[in-house]
């Protein structure tokens, strides 16, 4: 895995991925940013994100459910001073499908935090990781 970052201006940073994919991060305006993009601490939340959905997805489509949509709402916080590292995260995925069946979308959510989701488990070492979901039915 590759990925190259190229300073603009100010704050401001182009990533491209090394699958080619190209995202603008930038700073806020009190750091000589245009507040352009999101910052790299939330590329990492969001790309964690990504992460553990893709998983909870895959867990349950090969779980035969019928599931429609996956959306996975982050808080977290990170330590007061540098390097201000996350300190907490919490994970809310909102399921949607017909006659999901919790207990298979809990062992999806566990599944992904405990063995599949590799940026999570990352975090774990830093943070406390928790997770809770809401059915929603078609």
Known sequence: MQARIKWKDGASFLAKSGSGHTVLMDGPPDAGGKNSGPRPMEMLLMGTGG?????????????????SDCVVEIEAERAPREPKVFTRIHFHFIVTGKKLNAGQVERAISLSAEKYCSASIMLAKTAELTHDFEIVEE
């Open 51 to 67: 992460c553990a959905a893709f998983d909870v997805v895959m867990i349950l489509k090969k779980g035969r459910q019928d599931i």
